[in-house]
């Protein structure tokens, strides 16, 4: 993908969450990998006002000078930008989760109202449904608490996302991460769907949560999900 198709694409993505049901408003923020940077939506900009030269990017070398701001006093890899408007507030952990991630291409963050419900509770969702297996693990952490927009918060994000590619933030919303930007908010929709499922189930009662093992042999299935052979392909190579 080119530099503004890759733009360009962001910027559908954006304009999608509130009509997939898992943002609200100008709240979120999406990144997508390219080469060595990466491109992310602008800080306070609405989202239908979006073009591709008002994308930021951020270089994801952590070999470039570390620079200190009085937002960022500690001088950790804070990263200048280039572009006319400042990046997401949340950059730090969308640069973070890039730069250790390499199997990781894009990232989803909104306030979606179910996962955001139950990291308020400061509740992991729990195996509940097999389509926990889709984010890597037998669960779905909640990251503690910290100040959006600090390093504090992308540690705790980076420390629950470990094995996983989505994590709750607590008292402030959720992460879904992709091989592709597709696939980014595919998880995304899927860690909503899950979060409103587990949340009406703990209103009935206590869930039955389903077994390591019966998580295992969801999470061998989603290894090669979306990875089959095309039928015709398939048998002709029998």
Known sequence: MDDLAARTALIAACQSLNALGINQGNAGNISLRSGNTMLISPSAIPYDQLRPDLIAQMTLDP??????????????????????????????????????????????????????????????????????ACFGGHDVRCAPYATFGTQALSNNALAAL??????????HGMIALGETLDRALWRAV????????????????????????????ALAQFAVYGHAEPLAKAATSR
Not at 86 to 111: C, G, M, N, Q, Y
Not at 162 to 171: D, I, K, S
């Open 63 to 132: 070999a470039q000078p570390t620079i200190t701001t009085p937002h960022d006093p500690t001088g950790i890899w804070t990263s200048p930008w280039t572009g006319p408007c400042k990046p997401s507030s949340e950059w730090r952990f969308h640069r973070d989760i890039l730069s250790a991630r390499p199997d990781i291409h894009a990232i989803v963050h909104t306030h979606a109202i179910f996962a955001t419900g139950l990291a308020i509770a400061h509740r992991p969702i729990e195996a509940c449904h097999y389509m926990i």
């Open 162 to 171: 470990e094995g996983r590619t989505a994590c709750l933030l607590a008292n």
């Open 190 to 217: 899927e860690l909503e769907t899950i979060s409103k499922q587990y949340t009406h189930a703990l209103m009935l009662g206590d869930p039955h949560i389903l077994s390591r093992a019966e998580i295992n042999e």
